[in-house]
């Protein structure tokens, strides 16, 4: 099948990203082998055009996703992605994830929502200056206790007491534990994902680069632009007159 102008373009980009190189053949799970186009000095090389094949049929899931007003999350627990997908999601007043996963964040949500609430009390006590009958000493407790629940959970400030409706992950086989707790809610799983992980287990998988920062980001950009587009249209409608009778 021949690539048509919009999708070689697309395909030259991922290219310039460095998003064709895989792993090496070693390290390859079965599952990856039909997306590979060769390997080259012992490691993979990703087929592009099915990447860009794929990455269309992840765009449009998130597109729809975004146009029903469902909740899309980012992870990215690798040092490259946490820049990118932190940005990122907060520009989208999406949820996120960066560093370590903390184990139940799907599963056991009703112990994770107490902590992001007592995040968000303290945040606005803070603001409010209903801080101020507290001693000095104590005040410095709560800056403390603030500053360790931000660094957990201010991620998942934007769930507003909702599971999120898809995960956005970046490599997949990094975040197991996530992976398994979105299969286990029944959370679709969309994810950048390298010649080394488990294909089987993502219903929108994207094989391509997940490690490298460039390629990482070209991913992320292209994700949060599609369920971008979907939260406008949603947007749109819902400003929209209804015709008159």
């Keep these: 099948m021949t690539a048509t102008a919009t999708e070689k373009k697309k395909i030259d980009g991922m290219f310039d990203a460095g998003a064709h190189y895989g792993l090496p053949k070693a390290r390859r799970h079965p599952s990856t082998q039909k997306h590979i186009f060769g390997t080259k000095h012992k490691n993979d090389i990703i087929d592009l055009e099915q990447t860009e094949q794929l990455l269309e049929r992840a765009k449009q899931y998130v597109r729809d996703l975004g146009r029903e007003r469902k909740v899309l999350m980012f992870v990215g627990g690798k040092p490259e992605s946490h820049r990118i997908i932190e940005t990122t999601a907060t520009n989208l007043e999406a949820p996120y994830c960066v560093g370590r996963w903390i184990g139940g964040t799907v599963t056991n949500f009703d112990e994770i929502k107490k902590r992001v609430a007592r995040l968000q009390k303290l945040m606005s006590d803070k603001e409010s200056g209903a801080l101020s009958k507290y001693t000095k000493f104590e005040r410095l407790q709560i800056d403390r206790e603030i500053e360790k629940l931000h660094g957990m959970y201010a991620g998942l400030l934007p769930l507003q007491e909702k599971l999120p409706h898809a995960l956005f992950v970046i490599d997949p086989r990094h975040e197991a534990i996530a992976v ?41 950009e292209e994700i949060a632009a599609a369920y971008e587009e979907g939260l406008a249209e949603a947007k749109s409608q819902k400003t929209e007159t209804p015709p008159r009778t």
């Design 180 to 220: 398994e707790e979105a299969r286990t809610k029944n959370i679709p799983v969309v994810a950048l994902a390298s010649t080394d992980c488990d294909l089987t287990k993502i219903q929108y998988a994207i094989p391509a680069n997940d490690a490298a920062a460039k390629s990482i980001a070209f991913f992320v």
